[in-house]
């Protein structure tokens, strides 16, 4: 009983200088984005830049993180001679829960999460809508997309490639597990029906925010409830695709923490990946955070494991 015991403590205090050597090496490569500015006290995440990356749309909620009742809405900064400017509302949000926009690399469309109403007969839940702007630049008035994009499940987290392809997570039946992410390839201007990324990339727990490169040979998703999670509630992996293969997810251990890391996002020609982090397990909120992507995308892909 008593090398049980021994046993045990040893365990937990490896476990606990995993975490500690985790935690250090995160917050030596990586920084808060514009503290006190963007990344508050309240909950940011769900970050979008623009191609020249002085336009950045993100998603603020002003209550607690993991409530389960949080609304957010979608907010907008502008870069201008080196600062950001104070955080606003878009014209099209305030009203209803809105959150996870991207922005197309065009820069007239974005993509965003909302549970607005689009027509009583389509049932309320968080689907994925549209907006563009107008030929004065302003933004217009956005419109949902059509099945089988949305479902009457809850859609997460939409994205493109540079070909126009659509990559978003569902929790839509058929899937492998709790949630799953799908590609709609754009074929002559229309989306064609999504199609499951697969086993490779999907499991029987949960996948849900992520982000693809331009070329769309690259994934990084937030799962929960995997083996390698620090988190009980969502860490970053990452996969490269090879021959129409994707690779074995790897865990993102410089990334990850007890926390939630999720809604992650290349920018400025993939050089920096920013994400969003509550830090901790029980902490109130979430920040934005980047690091430079260079080293790690190096170091994943020549460590990528694809099975045939």
């Not at 476990?15 to 935690?23: A, I």
């Not at 909950?43 to 002085?54: A, C, D, I, Q």
């Amino acid at each position: 009983m008593k090398l049980a015991k021994a046993l045990f403590g040893i365990c937990v205090l490896l476990v606990s200088l995993v975490l500690l050597v985790s935690q250090s090496i995160r917050h030596n490569h990586i920084e808060v984005f514009e503290a006190g500015n963007i990344s508050t006290e309240a909950v940011e995440y769900g970050t979008s830049f623009s191609e020249s990356g002085t336009e950045l749309y993100f998603a603020r909620s002003h209550d607690a993180w993991g409530s389960g009742a949080m609304k957010s809405f979608i907010y907008f900064s502008k870069q201008e001679e080196g600062n950001w400017s104070a955080p606003q509302i878009v014209s099209f949000s305030g009203q209803y829960d809105d959150s996870d926009p991207h922005l197309a690399k065009d820069g007239n469309s974005l993509f965003f999460i909302s549970q607005r109403p689009s027509s009583p007969t389509v049932p309320l839940s968080a689907d994925i809508w549209v907006v563009d702007k107008d030929s004065l630049g302003m933004w217009g008035t956005p419109y949902r997309m059509h099945e089988p994009i949305n479902s009457v499940y809850r859609e997460y987290s939409p994205c493109t490639d540079k070909f126009g392809n659509l990559y978003f997570a569902s929790d839509r039946t058929g899937g492998f597990g709790q949630g799953d992410l799908y590609q709609a390839q754009l074929d002559n201007g229309s989306y064609n029906n999504p199609i499951n990324l697969g086993r490779a990339i999907n499991s029987s727990t949960g996948e849900w925010n992520l982000e693809v490169n331009e070329a769309g040979t690259l994934i990084i998703f937030e799962a929960s409830q995997r083996e390698q999670n620090i988190s009980s509630y969502g860490d970053l992996y990452i996969s490269f695709l090879s021959d129409g293969i994707w690779s074995i997810p790897q865990h993102l251990v410089e990334l990850n923490t007890s926390g939630s890391e999720l809604n992650p996002h290349l920018a400025q020609q993939e050089k920096f990946l920013f994400f969003s982090s509550s830090d901790s397990l029980n902490s109130p909120v979430t920040n934005l955070y980047y690091t430079d992507f260079s080293s790690i995308n190096q170091k994943y892909k020549q460590t990528a494991i694809f099975v045939k």
